[in-house]
């Protein structure tokens, strides 16, 4: 395994362990690798009640990834209105939605032919 899949699969593992902490739910990973013209290899997408949990889970992930890895998001969008927070870690890129955001951009169905993984809630 080379070193960029080694510290993708911690960067994946670091960020559910963040999503889970504060109960963040539908957790969903898509393998983007198998198919052509993506702009990184994975997405993560999960989702929360309220702007409030969004926050909270955006906030989570960041710290858990930071501690460990010492690595902050390349890029981050919209935490002001926190409907829906993009974390951009080049390789993985990061979607924490409310429920009602996730289901109208359905980004699962946009991405239909990439490998989804749920990921079992494990409270």
């Known amino acids: 395994m080379t070193d960029k899949n080694n510290n993708q699969d911690k960067l994946i593992s670091l960020a559910i362990k963040g999503i889970e902490e504060v109960k963040g739910e539908n957790i ?4 983007l ?3 052509d013209n993506t702009v990184c290899d994975y997405f993560i997408i999960c989702d929360g009640n309220s702007n409030t949990q969004v926050n909270a889970i955006a906030s989570s992930i960041q710290k858990t990834v930071s501690k460990s ?3 902050k998001p390349w890029h981050t969008e919209g935490k002001n209105v926190a409907k829906w927070i993009l974390m951009d870690y080049v390789n993985v890129v990061i979607h924490v939605f409310q429920k009602q955001t996730r289901e109208f951009y359905d980004i699962e169905s ?3 032919d990439a490998k989804i993984i749920a990921i079992a809630s494990t409270y």
């Open 69 to 71: 890895l010492k690595e």
């Open 110 to 112: 946009l991405w239909g």
């Open 33 to 35: 690798r198998s198919l």
């Open 28 to 31: 969903k990973i898509l393998d």
